[in-house]
């Protein structure tokens, strides 16, 4: 089953044309990684798939739900998509717990009970139970991306978009994090991750797309992607970073 | 030693009506900042809104106040505006229209320069766990924007406290006029505003020390 199907996507900031007709359909349960240099788009295509960035031209189709059309209740699409970002945005004024309750209550999809049970079982599965009452400003990196997870994995989405989620983290806390994705991943989550960590996209994606200039340049399985890239700027990027 | 007591009795003798002055001036503080905190945040929605008419209202009612000296403002509303529509103000109430106006744009600065001053990733983080933009103001943006508004807005409070003595000019009673209405008798200025800038002095250092711990104590529990 489709879960993201984006049809000829146009991004632009004034005149600067950043994404210039993506085209990606994702399966459900598939992990997709985006890499590219910066620059290239990747993160602006992946905040598009939630809308976080209007978009300029093109189709987004999210569960059935087009984004892009009039009438379409964001609000709701997005409690089904996850996001996880680079600096985590943690809320630095609520507690891990509250920062993980805040949304599935509000949002009525659970009780305060439910949602504290959801968040204890989150917190053990990312290895930060006993950080259920610190603050974010306790936290390491790794620790607050690995509650970032938990936060958004608390609505219950069925797809997680990952904005090069490792890229803000000290060298040492790449793995921790990196673990937690890879577990999601196991368990039959819909992923799209921008990363610059080779290994991981090697590993876990079950494609990878490689962008530049607001286009897809090329993309297939990692195999292929990285074994034997065969546009000429995917192998002049691989180069670069392998 | 005899100048001394002199200055002992003779301000004695002023107090009881420089202490009436005294507490008209915190009155006319108190609730003009309860209406100003209103209209601070009122302009402040306006101005961060996406509707340009109200923006536009904010941004003619800001640049207003903000380039026109508080004097001026004054002298209007009590002696200009009746003079037109034939009504009559009382200097307490056009006193407290002006303050509450002017405390009002200044608060509404502070207040947008809060928000602002809060990550953007926080709103984008609001918003994709499916909050809608008013959830992810008030629980999110603005809890965080008040911690750091707090020693600005403080600020605007003891800057209208010592406003309130413009307004003299309008003869309001509070602790200035009644300075002046005091010297105007008797010539003794020295004394007479030494005591009365003692009077501000002190009122004004309890306010700033109970800023202060208010600003700790929110500041303590988290970063």
């Known amino acids: 089953m489709t879960k993201v199907k984006v049809e000829n996507l146009k991004k ?9 007709g993506i085209n990606l359909e994702v399966k459900e349960g598939e992990v997709v990684c985006l890499i590219g240099p910066s620059g290239s788009g990747k993160s602006t295509f992946l905040r598009c798939i939630n809308r976080l960035e209007e978009i300029s031209g093109g189709v987004v189709i999210v569960d059935d739900n087009d984004l892009t059309a009039k009438g379409s209740n964001i609000n709701k699409i997005r409690e089904n998509i996850g996001m996880v970002f680079q600096q985590f945005n943690l809320f630095p004024h609520l507690n891990v717990m509250e920062n993980i309750m805040l949304a599935p209550v509000d949002r009525k999809k659970m009780t305060k009970e439910q949602a504290r049970e959801k968040a204890v079982t989150l917190l053990d599965a990312v290895g930060l139970a006993e950080k259920a009452l610190e603050y974010p400003a306790n936290l390491s990196g790794g620790q607050q991306q690995r509650v970032a997870i938990a936060r958004a994995l608390a609505m219950e989405p069925d797809i997680m978009l990952f904005d090069e989620p490792t ?41 990878v797309i490689f962008m530049d200039g607001g286009y897809i340049v090329e993309e297939g399985t990692p195999e292929e992607v990285f074994g034997n890239p065969k546009n000429k700027r995917t192998q002049d990027f691989l180069n670069k970073v392998l | 030693m005899n100048g001394f007591t002199n200055f002992i009795d003779y301000t004695i003798g002023i107090f009881p009506q420089l202490l009436k002055g005294m507490s008209l001036t915190i009155q006319m503080t108190v609730l003009s900042l309860i209406l100003a905190l209103i209209i601070g945040i009122l302009s402040c929605m306006f101005t961060i809104s996406k509707i340009k008419v109200l923006n536009v209202i904010a941004g003619i009612y800001l640049s207003l106040i903000r380039g026109t000296p508080l004097m001026v403002q004054a002298v209007f509303i009590y002696f200009g505006i009746p003079a037109v529509l034939g009504i009559k ?78 307004l003299s000019v309008i003869g309001c009673g509070e602790l200035m006029k009644q300075g002046s209405l005091i010297v105007a008798r008797n010539f003794r200025g020295f004394e007479t505003y030494a005591i009365i800038g003692a009077m501000y002095y002190i009122v004004i250092t309890i306010l700033t020390k109970i800023a202060k711990i208010i600003e700790r104590r929110l500041s303590n529990d988290k970063s």
């Open chain 1, 12 to 20: 632009n900031f004034g005149k600067l044309e950043v994404l210039k």
């Open chain 1, 167 to 207: 890229s803000a983290l000290d060298p040492e806390m790449v793995g921790e994090v990196l673990e937690v994705m890879k577990k999601l991943a196991a368990d039959g989550m819909t992923m799209v991750v921008v990363t610059h960590e080779m290994g991981f996209a090697r590993e876990v994606a079950g494609r």
């Open chain 2, 89 to 166: 103000i009382l200097p307490f109430h056009a006193a407290i229209i002006v303050l509450c106006l002017n405390a009002g744009a200044y608060l509404s600065e502070i207040f947008r320069s809060g928000i602002m001053a809060v990550n953007k990733g926080q709103m984008e983080a609001a918003r994709s766990l499916g909050l809608p933009y008013g959830v992810a103001m008030v629980k999110i943006i603005l809890p965080q924007a008040f911690r750091i508004v707090i020693p600005s807005v403080v600020n605007q409070f003891i800057i209208t406290l010592k406003d309130t003595s413009i």
